[in-house]
């Protein structure tokens, strides 16, 4: 199976422009080269249940030659998804430490900030790279938080985690992004972090560009074909269906205030008024949020006070960001259990130079009893803006009226 380079290298279609259409099928829609359907290098035909796809694709090959390197990209990723992914096989496998080795984000969230190879202080792009990097490096820590909760215990270590938050993240794509993402890195030599930003719509073409040049992975004489190539890529996802994350950012939540379906912790474990971390402190998070799993939902903000001012999870004291995400996924799978971590799901947002963790929380398929060593086991429910725990006849009465036809 070949990856996207040696692909690209022997891509080549043969076909009579004034003869190109496409017409409704069976299988979807087709484009033909007179009678016939027109082929892949790899002999499958051009076909996809959405016209917008067919469409797209049909007027690039109709675009005269010279018209711009940009005007091939979607039949070339289109064939390359039909051909190297029609055997459910992945073709970047072969070569995947070979990106992360090369990525400049692993090095900088494995080795710090001194393996960013970006511009000296007395270049002229020093402060635009400095602020392009900044941004893109807090945009990487805020996404970090959609794929915590499937990071195994025993990554808990020396070893930076974020390799294995990438393959998670990657191996979660559908073969469309996956084929645009190996697309992107091998046309621009970018690594795997920001093709993965830009195809899960974290950032925009103009912002992945920008970046390539902030760290010198790209010449800025490049940054206009370059982005009409990324654009035309960024254009052809959004085509197959790309859906920008939905959710209320932490500032409206703030703004709306506390209730039935949201909630403030000023820290995850720190006791602001002893000065130490405090189990005690840990055990209030999680009864909000098994609360809201037993319940209709709702979201925990961690880091925010009662009265709706930021404290920050700066508070809690970790090394960073990632420890502080692994150490509340840890508490949610020991406490609550691994079955409920469909039902959470968590996100970084900074408001006013702090930091705080939005918990989102869907209503689970069964009840869900906080055990957490040192206290007894209880099961907690929402009952306006609290979370109440039950007695056992009320827990069992609540467990048939909730549970029963789940």
Known sequence: MKNFTEYSGTFSMTYDRSMLDFGFEKSGYTIFDGAKPLLTPGGNPISHPSENVIRMILTDLLLPDGSGS???????????????????????????QEILDNDPFVRIKTIGKSGIDAFPPDDPLFIFSFNTISGLTWKVNHFVGNVMGDVSLSDDSEISLFPHIVKI???RLPAAQKASLQALSSMHRSGIVLPLLLVTGEINPVEYCKGLISLRMQNPATYSAMLSEVSHIHA???LFGQKERQGKNAALMIQEGEGDSIEYKST???????????????RSCLKTISAFMNSSGGSLLIGVRDDGSIEGIETDKFQNEDKFLLHLWTLIRNCLGREFTPYVSTRLEKID???????????SNRPAFLRQPGFDEEMYIRVGPSSNALDISEALRYIGDRFSKE
């Open 236 to 238: 052809f996802l959004d």
């Open 268 to 282: 995850l474990r720190w006791d602001i008024r002893a000065g130490k971390t405090n189990p005690v402190i840990e």
């Open 169 to 171: 993240w990657y191996t």
């Open 353 to 363: 130079d702090k930091v705080i963790c939005i918990v989102s929380c869907i209503p």
């Open 70 to 96: 940009a005007v091939s990209i979607a039949p070339l990723i289109f064939s390359y998804l039909s051909d190297s992914f029609h055997s459910g096989e992945d073709p970047i496998v072969s070569i995947w």
